[in-house]
């Protein structure tokens, strides 16, 4: 009858629990797969943001080769740590032009950042990142010195491939002093062997290779497949 009201009928047809529950776990997997999708493209975003190299990002370290296994290996215990633990120390990737250190360096900055989301920034080379933080000082469109300094992780391409004027140098050491500090990992990747790094300055050198002292800064030569 028309006379009985939406109530009524609620009484009259009993709720079916399994029903209700079937579409509330349904309605939780799909809340759960939204969020899932919006993290990934926001890693995905993350990555494009790093500014690893185009060419490089969908590069994948070979875990049969045991350089390639030791920093994939690093990465993901990177991933899985938080930042600023005594275990995330830095690492030196140095060999000839064309060895694979931009590669290799491209592959660890992906697995940090689509695996957990890190916020990591690559510097195409010091020169480069420095010109960067001088054009700051009058222009706030460009990249700052605490920027560099608080990014998660700042991996540095081209490291000392050309010579640098006295206040260039006062800069890097205050970025790799200031993370040292803040317990924050450095990557570099360079033409020039530990030995040239370390009399270019010996300071800069040991911030980098005792970063947080219980672990080792690891340093490897990539020499290029035959």
């Known amino acids: ?38 993290e990934v493209k926001q890693k995905f975003n993350n990555l494009t943001l790093s500014q690893v190299p185009f060419r490089y990002r969908e590069a994948i370290l070979n875990e049969n080769h045991s350089t390639e296994l ?27 032009s064309g060895a694979g250190k931009t590669y290799s360096a491209s592959a660890m ?6 695996d957990r989301g890190y916020r990591v920034h690559f510097a195409e080379s010091l020169k ?34 050309s010579d640098l004027t006295p206040h260039e140098h006062s800069v890097l050491f205050d970025i790799i ?14 033409n020039r062997s530990p030995e040239y790094i370390k009399n270019f300055d010996e300071r800069i050198f040991n911030k980098i290779t005792e970063y947080g002292k ?11 497949e035959k």
């Open 70 to 96: 030791l920093l994939s290996a690093y990465s993901k215990k990177f991933a899985l740590k938080t930042i600023n633990t005594q275990n995330s120390h830095s690492v030196i990737l140095y060999g000839d």
């Open 128 to 161: 480069s990142m420095l010109e960067e933080i001088k054009s700051s000082y009058n222009n706030s469109n460009f990249r700052n010195i605490q920027f560099f300094m608080n990014i998660d992780l700042l991996i540095i391409d081209e490291f000392l491939a």
């Open 1 to 38: 009858s028309s006379d009985v009201c939406s109530s009524d009928l609620k009484s009259f047809f009993p709720k079916c629990e399994k029903c209700e529950n079937d579409y509330n776990i349904q309605k939780q997997k799909n809340y759960l797969q939204k969020a899932q999708a919006l």
């Open 109 to 114: 900055a992906r697995i940090i950042i689509l």
């Open 214 to 224: 219980s672990g080792r800064c690891i340093i490897k030569r990539i020499i290029r």
């Open 177 to 190: 002093n200031n993370r040292y500090n803040e317990k924050k990992p450095v990557i570099i990747a360079t």
